[in-house]
């Protein structure tokens, strides 16, 4: 006996001169998943035909191969089937070997020729291992694919299978080499499929779970709606056919609920976040403690209470979030691949939270979760520059409420290693350079080099050349380098600057539909643009076009939204200063409620309480400086002692406090 293993694949084989017996029971095969980024779902099925898959760079048999291999055993009196493992490596020859061996059990068969295909496939596997193979293996068995599927009537029971299979051989080409060709041939292989395929038929699930997952893959690169629509529609297909009890519903479940957040994340109807999470929650509450998709139920559950939270900003969801990927990472092992993957994603929801509530223990251990995530992926895997990323982001974080330099300098090398792993075709290189470009951007506004800010603004314009129109992610670009060169301008007052920073926060706005949960701030940065230029030129019709875009971020900024404190601030500073140029109490008096309103939103452990409580303080002081009402100057006397006491002494912004409260007392 000989015994190979190829891809968590485990055969045993007679040796090159065994004679077989008839009782031959020994061919056994074993899928274990290796590659995380596999959707389990993509591997539930009980086909009785080969099916092709690609992981790790290598072509694959899934479970199927098992559940028909063991169905021929037990057709030859086989009643326990013996699973085998071994680290031995296969030889050259097994594909030859395998393909014998199959003729000798199979001698007679009926479906003789299927399995004769499916000896190829695995032959074309073992070849493309083997020092001897070569990238022609997946040419071969899809044109053996297409060959079979000609000679066979539609009205024939094999037809579908053979479509299907040849759709799933199309897929693993795509992944290979890329060819938008494939994966559009694969879509249609699988749609005839899927019409030849009666709704009683129990693979009929498995198709239609396929199909979706390939039509989620076609709309995340062309972003094509109709895609996701009918990707969509194939996985509440394949849900609605397959009862409560059956152990592939949750993998279904979760398909369907991923397949609705990525159509919430492009039109964002809160209708498509709520029900993506009951999914998810199905698919969690269906899966039994122990079971190993449980971790993975777990983190798909709490990234979108985390993503809902940021649309709406209701606490309870980020606690649940938080607590959901908590419990995905306590149960999954350090060596298991996906551990990076939700200590990531537990760290980024930490991170959501901190900037809503302040606490420094979330955003501590937000950058321990990052770290862990880094340290657990080896150098040369394609997520390191996503984790060094994550990692640096955290830390800019924790630098801009501690103003510790040391975790700005950090967070400025993990972020340019994560630019510099990542090629510039890779879709996540524009944001590892929008968190680089954020991080010197940091690092100018405390220390004022003027080196970091051109610095910034070079890797913001990079980020925005390498992000195509249509991308979602293109008005972030945009809205970092209209942010920096307003900054820019603010140093050196070239009007150039700040006309380029208008021209680009437009195109943020004018790119980011009024139910995307980041247009309240796109608008409020394109005000804040426009009352720079104001300060500077004095024209009025900038200062009206600063308080309309800052009306309107806080009418699409619901209540409970994290950035609705922020919009209304910026509201009543424009308001602010247009009563300082026209003296019209009305402005004054709005900028007041504007002003009060952020504060009462701002939590007392915010970075930005303080500064909103002196900002309220000083419209108070504006209008006792106009009308003499004492309730106003006590009123304001208030607010600036109560910021001054929300800071430590040493940090660069008390004396700034100090000084309003100093003005205060002085006016009373």
Known sequence: MRIFVFQGITVELPGRDDHVPNEFPHLVLELKLRDGSIDRANLLSRESTPCVWEANGFLMLPDITTHFTLSVLADLGEKEPRLLASKELYGPELGDRLGKLIEILLDGHQNYSNIVLKAKVVAANALRRSPGGGPNDINTIIAQLQERASLVADDHPEKPVLLYNLGNALVARFRQLGSLDDLNNAIEQHKVALSLTPDSHPDKPSRLGNLGIYLGTRFQILGDLGDINDAISQHQAAVNLIPDGHPDKPAH????????LNRFERLGDLDDIDNA????????NLTPDGHSDKPGYLCNLGTSLSIRFEHLGDLDHIHNAIARLQAAVNLT?????????????????????FEHLGNLDDINNAIIHHQAAVNLTPDGHPKKPIWLSNLGSSL??????????????????????????TPDGDPDKPKALNNLGSSLFTRFEHLGNLDDIDNAIAQFQAAVNLTPDGD???????????????TRFERLGNLDDIDNAIAQLQATVNLTPDNHPNKPASLSNFGISFLKRFKHLGNLDDTDNAIIQHQAAVNLAPDGHPKKPMCLSNLGSSLLNRFGRLRNLDDIDNAITQLQAAVDLTPDGHPEKAKRLSNFGNSLLKRFECLGNLDDIDKAIAQHQMAVNLIPDGRPEKP???NNLGTSLLNR
């Open 253 to 260: 479940l979760c398909n369907l609920g991923t397949s609705l």
């Open 277 to 284: 999470i009951s999914q998810h929650q199905a698919a969690v």
């Open 333 to 353: 092992a350090d060596d298991e691949p996906d551990k990076p993957q939700r200590l990531s994603n537990l760290g980024n929801s930490l991170l959501k939270r």
């Open 396 to 421: 800019l974080n924790r630098s801009e409420r501690l103003r510790n330099l040391d975790d700005i300098d950090n967070a400025i090398i993990h972020l340019q290693e994560a630019v510099d792993l």
């Open 472 to 486: 979602p992610d293109k008005p972030k670009s945009l809205n970092n380098l209209g942010t920096s060169l307003e």
């Open 656 to 658: 700034a406090l100090l």
